[in-house]
């Protein structure tokens, strides 16, 4: 079988015409998206600290907070926390999720139409969510949310080759049966095939910011054949399609891993963090 590896295709950039739509199916089940998505390593939020300035008493503003897989954290460090998030659902849980914590407000709405406040804010992180921002207002209305001096840190994951290599090559026959946009013989790529200058350029286009400074983490992740199955249930790709397909394409793979796996089956995951300086 053939395999495409180059250029690395990103997990986080959605086809303009489709990124509103898309990322509208997060909000329809909540729960399972706060069940089933993974956190993010404790050295991610040691960075964030030395690179970023999230520091005990900072104000953060988080662009698209989910149901709180980073702002918990974040709260738990001692920042004070605007969380912004467009799905109210997803506001609701991640509400829930951070009661204990009285520095954070999480606010119901679309991060591009939200008023900034007057106050300017130490950081502005956003995990996993950038890529949904309106590119014509994400990085200029960062910079405007920030203090001179302050940062913005984004965060990236995408899912590389590793973990059950031979699963994820077999599995993109049932992708390929069931799905017609899927590319014949993709597999994962290398972690090393990654190159994140684009959001470097992007950020660097504003003006306002000094340049990018990255660290990257890898890790692998297992998981049962449901918890897999609730995993990609969380994916917006796998969300979009009919629903005939997307029952077709999870019973196959449900197939394959309990057939050929033994039931398990692990996922290596690259996460990429990106600060960016506000220059004076």
């Known amino acids: 079988?053939?395999?495409?590896?180059?250029?690395?295709?990103?997990?986080?950039?959605?086809?303009?015409?489709?990124?509103?739509?898309?990322?509208?199916?997060?909000?329809?089940?909540?729960?399972?998206?706060?069940?089933?998505?993974?956190?993010?390593?404790?050295?991610?939020?040691?960075?964030?600290?030395?690179?970023a300035g999230a520091v005990p008493g900072s104000r953060v503003l988080e662009v698209g907070c989910g149901t709180g897989q980073a702002t918990v954290p974040l709260a738990e460090r001692g920042c004070r926390i605007t969380a912004v998030e467009a799905g109210p659902q997803m506001a609701a849980v991640a509400r829930r999720n951070l009661a204990g914590h009285a520095g954070v407000e999480v606010v119901t709405a679309e991060f591009e139409r939200w008023p900034l406040p007057q106050e300017p804010f130490d950081t502005v992180v956003s995990a996993t969510a950038f890529h949904w921002i309106d590119p014509a207002v994400r990085v200029a209305k960062a910079a405007d949310a920030l203090r001179p001096e302050g940062a913005l840190a984004v965060v990236r994951t995408q899912h590389v080759r590793g973990g059950t290599e031979e699963f994820f090559v077999e599995v993109q026959r049932c992708y390929e049966r069931f799905d017609p946009a899927t590319t014949p013989g993709l597999r994962p790529p290398a972690s090393?095939?990654?190159?994140?200058?684009?959001?470097?350029?992007?950020?660097a286009r504003d003006g306002r910011f000094g340049p990018t400074v990255y660290r990257r983490y890898e890790r692998d992740l297992t998981y049962s054949t449901a918890d897999y199955l609730e995993l990609l249930r969380t994916y917006s790709g796998h969300r979009a399609l009919p629903n005939a397909a997307r029952d077709g394409l999870l019973g196959c793979i449900a197939g394959l891993i309990d057939g050929r796996y033994g039931g398990r089956v692990t996922k290596r995951y690259l996460l990429e963090l990106g600060v960016s300086p506000r220059r004076r």
């Open 192 to 203: 090393t095939d990654f190159d994140g200058s684009d959001h470097a350029q992007e950020v």
């Open 1 to 51: 079988m053939a395999h495409d590896l180059t250029p690395a295709p990103r997990d986080d950039t959605p086809e303009e015409s489709r990124r509103t739509r898309l990322s509208r199916t997060f909000d329809e089940d909540a729960e399972l998206y706060d069940r089933a998505r993974p956190g993010y390593p404790p050295e991610l939020y040691d960075d964030l600290r030395e690179l």
